[in-house]
Nanobody, 115 residues
Framework: QVQVAESGGGLVQAGGSLRLSCAASRIIFGIKTMNWYRQAPGEQRELVAGISSGGSTNYADSVKGRFTISRDNAKNTVYLQLNSLKAEDTAVYYC?????????WGRGTQVTVSS
């Protein structure tokens, strides 16, 4: 059974940094795109950043210049470096894996930014 597990969330002051990690295991036929989404209370889940197997990246306008997504294909792991954090970045961050065998989600990791 495929497993997707996030880590690295926590409480940080505004202006601070965090690094999120997401490891996917038991993926048989390979991974296409790995993405980070987030969902704040009362809001819809939104795409934060994505990275293809070739390293192409895309970002939500709200995080451009502050967040950086990267990936280790050998480890089926994706990272999200969060810098210059703002209170409005507070949300549960979810890892999304688009594999050839299907689409998989992690359970999420909480990021809380205090102002």
């Amino acid at each position: 059974q495929v497993q997707v597990a996030e880590s690295g969330g926590g409480l940080v002051q505004a202006g601070g940094s965090l690094r999120l990690s997401c490891a996917a295991s038991r993926i048989i036929f390979g991974i296409k795109t790995m993405n980070w989404y987030r969902q704040a209370p009362g809001e819809q889940r939104e795409l934060v950043a994505g990275i293809s197997s070739g390293g192409s990246t895309n970002y939500a306008d709200s995080v451009k210049g502050r967040f950086t997504i990267s990936r280790d294909n050998a480890k089926n792991t994706v990272y999200l470096q969060l810098n210059s954090l703002k209170a409005e970045d507070t949300a549960v961050y979810y890892c999304n894996v688009e594999a050839y065998s299907g689409i998989y989600w992690g359970r999420g990791t909480q990021v809380t930014v205090s102002s």
